[in-house]
């Protein structure tokens, strides 16, 4: 999937006339947090599957 520079754009006009500006950093925000949790829960099960297979 190779994205450029007009294609982002295009995306980015969409969102802002889905969302509004006034929501778009709530939006920013709670994605972030959500890959945040997404990538802690992926190393909380490799520790332990680390831990259950040194068993």
Same mark, same amino acid.
């Not at 295009?10 to 945040?36: C, K, N, Q, T, Y």
């Given at each position: 999937?190779?994205?450029?520079? $007009?294609?982002?754009? =295009?995306?980015?006009?969409?969102?802002? =006339?889905? /969302? $509004?500006?006034?929501?778009?950093?709530?939006?920013?925000?709670?994605? $972030?947090?959500?890959?945040?949790? /997404?990538?802690?829960? $992926?190393?909380?099960?490799?520790?332990?599957?680390?831990?259950?297979?040194?068993?």
């Amino acid at each position: 999937m190779n994205l450029g520079m $007009g294609e982002l754009l =295009v995306i980015l006009m969409i969102i802002l =006339v889905l /969302f $509004g500006a006034r929501r778009l950093p709530d939006l920013a925000r709670s994605l $972030g947090e959500s890959i945040r949790e /997404f990538k802690k829960a $992926g190393r909380d099960t490799e520790e332990k599957n680390l831990a259950e297979s040194k068993k």
